[in-house]
């Protein structure tokens, strides 16, 4: 870089290298020869610019004198004689084109030069004068007879001679110049010797004293000028140089000695250092492991405890001890996670994950901890942005759990608002900032820098009443450093506190956006919000925008019927309402009864939106149409529209009447099903409900059946043999507009719970829609809202299920424990049955996939792999569930690579898990021979 800061020009790197001889040689010619060429441009220009002139002048000269010839011609009107004259122009090789023109300002005549092509075509006289281009020269000149224009003549002239005539004036100026610039450069070359001789001569003593350090060598000092100046500063520096190495001599040796004792001491000191850091380390992540053992054991004991019966206080004192439990077992943690980090041992994952879901998730477990305290939780996730991402979904619920438990605790009213939002993204990367911003006691300003340092908080009061290690914004600020993100708070004391983070990920694909595209028949579709809080109700105003409804807000119960009333009277009523269940001034029950009392407002589709403690489903709104829980999440919300909007209509209830809720559901059910597994499971279940069923193996039986027989619901699977469940359905319906069968709910059973589903279900003529594998809680309430008089059937139980299998376990117990537990006469022997089921249906399964995928025929491998992927899930073969979906998803994108890495990798896990039920079966087998 130059002095000035600016890139150095092409001069200036020239003028770097070669010696000072040539330097100056270059610098001459450059400026000599500027000079010169200066000149010879000049003198080109002077010299076109006379010859122009010249030539113009010349060529007006034989316009004229062609006028003046031809005048008798153009006032006869004598094209003959016009013409004969200007053919005489063909001497004049410059005159390449002529034309004369009558008074009426027509042609007369013209003439081309011979070789010059094609005439130019004139429709009218051109304007007095000349007209210079850069190969010819056009002039116009009026014919004058008796003062009176008799008409015009019109002349091109070719250009070639005055090019040719300055082509060579600029040549003999060349040679001129160059004659000059030679003599010149000869001159200065010789001058230019006085002052580079000294130079060399100086040169050459450096680079004597460079190549042999010999400090005793003088340069001379030849002149009293600048020159002579530098020799005499190089002798002296030389003199310098000298006595500056005499006394280096003298204390080198001495430092050298200590310099060797200070690092000695310095590296012992760091191995120290070194070993008692990996030592303590190593103890916390060893102290944490081993206090984890006993702690699982007392927490799952506990549990099972608590599970038993017991009196109030044995109840009090079990939860008591499980609190206590989760709460060290936290803390163990904590501390295992800031180990791991210490000591780099910390590993990245880079997986697929949805990012709704995980926030969605981590806000729900929270949900009844901020229910508890009264405080209002609001997920908020834009549906427009790239959702499908890559990275370490474990580590990202760690940071927000960490953030959200922070604010839960912190917080005693108001809200809590988890915000996801896209700053910016390519092709391949998206980066999103996360906030929580809760309505608690706040930090104070000079506490915003220590709060993420390790067993630190903003206030050390708080630790004691709030309880907590002060690691977990700690290990939250490392994890995401470690993910490349940045991760801050903004605060105000007694107004709350919102943490953010910023995080990059990659995306799994570069085009395809987070929004499922909804049904058609949502479109336009306006919804009223009756939701007090803000931020809720933004919330699901965003969400149900994405799907192109049409939402509007209230904030309270009376201006919701007043909203519903003046929509009604413009005639443009909504078609869903969804109600909070804690409504100001009127309540959510009172505000449902108030809205059903109205025949107009009778057959609205209702949804109540209930906090996840709330027993009974809100309250109990029995005219509601369902029931969502908070936050509430955009896959409940669309299953709860869907359902809400496209069930058979509610009748308009007549004048109220006492009507005995029935106990117990009741009905008689056909399930259309060809997996065996999945058909055991179903009947089981429906028969724990005391219900009558009926088994169809495809949809061909499906549909003879329903004609001939007489049901109250349908369970119809979608991909089954011969016929599917889609045109199962709508042959179904086809039968009941004709009057052959009564209404009959269908619901869809299927294990494609993906985007684009519903609506084929929707659009096929069912109902409902349930994902593959279900529970019997899920079964129960979609019973509960379809079989008649299932409206005052409270749902079954809900039971807590097993915890997940730790580790790389093949198959997880919770599921076959949910099938141990179904009601009625199967418990153990329906286990086992299913267990044989899948260990005899999967082998030929197995091999037919082979078959298919070597055969290339993706359609039947698609199809087996679906039919593999419920019934392994069903059992609890989560790995080999998902392999089974991703052979699937990559027999439908045709990826042959991807299907045999697949398959080889599932009949590895069909391995393992065909040996774990194997001694399900055994184990089974001998607790019932003791």
Avoid at 301 to 323: G, H, I, K
Avoid at 420 to 445: C, F, H, M, N, P
Avoid at 564 to 588: G, N
């Amino acid at each position: 870089m130059s002095t000035t800061g600016r890139p150095p020009s092409l001069l200036e790197n020239l003028l770097r290298i070669g010696s000072l001889r040539k330097k100056l040689r270059l610098i001459n010619l450059l400026t000599t020869g500027s000079a010169f060429l200066i000149a010879v441009l000049l003198l080109a220009v002077h010299d076109y610019l006379e010859l122009r002139s010249t030539f113009i002048e010349e060529a007006r000269t034989k316009a004229e004198f062609v006028g003046r010839n031809s005048a008798s011609a153009v006032v006869f009107d004598d094209r003959m004689a016009a013409e004969g004259f200007l053919r005489s122009l063909a001497d004049d090789h410059q005159v390449r084109f002529a034309v004369l023109w009558n008074a009426a300002g027509q042609p007369l005549a013209s003439y081309t030069q011979a070789g010059t092509g094609n005439a130019p075509v004139f429709t009218h006289p051109p304007a007095q004068g000349h007209i210079l281009n850069s190969t010819t020269l056009d002039v116009t000149q009026p014919i004058h007879v008796d003062s009176t224009q008799a008409g015009a003549v019109t002349l091109r002239f070719d250009l070639g001679k005055l090019y040719l005539r300055l082509a060579w004036h600029i040549i003999a100026f060349a040679v001129v110049i160059l004659i000059a610039l030679t003599i010149a450069h000869g001159l200065l070359t010789r001058l230019n010797e006085t002052i580079t001789d000294p130079m060399t001569r100086l040169v050459d003593v450096m680079d004597r004293v460079t190549a042999g350090a010999d400090y005793s060598i003088r340069a001379p000092v030849d002149s009293g000028d600048e020159i002579g100046e530098l020799a005499r500063g190089f002798n002296a520096m030389l003199e310098q140089i000298q006595e500056r190495d005499r006394s280096l001599a003298t204390h080198r040796d001495q430092l050298e000695h200590t310099v060797e004792t200070r690092t000695l001491e310095l590296r012992r000191a760091k191995e120290l250092a070194e070993a008692a850091n990996q030592a303590k380390s190593d103890f916390l992540a060893t102290m944490s492991h081993e206090i984890r053992t006993p702690m699982n054991a007392i927490l799952g004991m506990t549990e099972m405890l608590r599970s038993t019966p017991l009196n109030a206080q044995q109840a009090r004192f079990s939860d008591a001890v499980y609190q206590s439990g989760e709460h060290l077992l936290n803390i163990i943690n904590d501390i295992l996670d800031f180990s791991k980090v210490e000591a780099g041992k910390l590993e990245l994952e880079t997986i697929d994950f949805h990012l709704r879901q995980l926030i969605e998730d981590v806000g729900y477990m929270f949900a009844r901890a901020a229910e508890a305290k009264g405080v209002e939780l609001v997920c908020a996730v834009p549906h427009d942005a790239p959702l499908a991402l890559c990275g370490d979904p474990v580590r990202l619920r760690q940071i927000l759990t960490n953030l959200m438990s922070n604010a839960v605790k912190f917080t005693h009213q108001g809200e809590i608002v988890i915000r996801a939002q896209l700053l910016d993204e390519d092709d391949a990367r998206a980066r999103y900032r996360i906030e929580v911003k809760d309505s608690g006691i706040g930090i104070a300003s000079d506490a915003h820098g220590k709060i993420f340092s390790a067993f630190s908080q903003a206030d050390n009061s708080t630790t004691r009443r709030y309880g907590g290690t002060g690691l977990g914004l700690a290990i939250t600020r490392r994890l995401v450093e470690l993910m490349g993100g940045a991760i801050g708070l903004d605060s105000t004391p007694g107004q709350g506190t919102r943490f953010w983070i910023e995080l990059p990920f990659a995306k799994q694909d570069a085009t395809a956006r987070s929004g499922a595209a909804p049904a058609a028949q949502l479109a336009g579709r306006r919804v009223l919000l009756a939701v007090d809080n803000t931020s809720q109700r933004q919330v699901i105003g965003q969400i149900v925008q994405g799907w192109t409804m049409q939402p509007a807000g209230v904030a309270t119960g009376a201006d919701a019927l007043r909203a519903l009333e003046h929509a009604a009277a413009r005639r443009q009523p909504y078609d869903l309402a969804i109600i909070d269940l804690h409504q100001p001034e009127m309540d959510s029950a009172r505000l449902v009864d108030a809205i059903r009392r109205q025949p107009r407002f009778a057959a609205l589709p209702l949804l109540v939106v209930a906090s996840v403690g709330t027993p009974g489903g809100a309250g109990d709104p029995s005219p509601a149409d369902g029931v969502l829980t908070k936050p509430v999440r955009q896959s409940d919300l669309y299953d709860a529209i869907a359902t809400a909007l496209f069930r058979a209509p509610r009748p308009v209830p007549p004048a109220p009447a006492a009507t005995a809720p029935a106990s117990a559901l009741s009905g008689h059910v056909l399930v259309a099903e060809d997996n065996p597994v999945n058909q055991q499971l179903a009947l089981a279940m429906l028969q724990s409900f005391g219900l009558q069923c009926t088994l169809a193996n495809n949809g061909v039986e499906a549909v003879e059946k329903v004609r001939s027989g007489n049901f109250d619901l349908v369970l119809m699977d979608c991909q089954m043999p011969e016929m599917d469940g889609l045109e199962a359905t709508a042959r179904i319906r086809v039968m009941q507009d004709a009057g052959a069968i009564r209404p009959l709910p269908v619901i869809a059973l299927t294990a494609n719970a993906v985007s684009g589903d519903r609506e084929r279900c929707i659009a096929a003529g069912m109902d409902a829609y349930l994902s593959k594998p279900f529970t019997r809680e899920q079964l129960s309430r979609m019973l509960a809202t379809w079989l008649p008089g299932g409206h005052d059937v409270a749902p079954a139980p809900a039971t807590k299920a097993a915890p997940a299998p730790a580790g790389d376990e093949p198959i997880n117990p919770a599921a076959l424990d949910a099938i141990r537990r179904i009601p009625g006469p199967n418990g153990p022997a329906l286990v086992e049955r299913v267990i044989h089921s899948i260990l005899a249906e999967t082998p030929p399964r197995l091999a037919e996939l082979g078959r298919s995928a070597r055969a290339a025929d993706l359609d039947a491998l698609r199809r087996t792999a679906h039919y593999l992927k419920s019934s392994t899930a069903h059992v609890g073969a989560e790995t080999l569930a998902a392999q089974f979906k991703a052979l699937e998803a990559s027999a439908r994108t045709a990826s042959p690579d991807a299907v045999q890495g697949l398959l080889a990798a599932i009949e590895e896990e069909w391995s393992r898990v065909a040996q774990a039920l194997q001694d399900t079966l055994e184990g089974q087998a001998r607790h019932v021979e003791s």
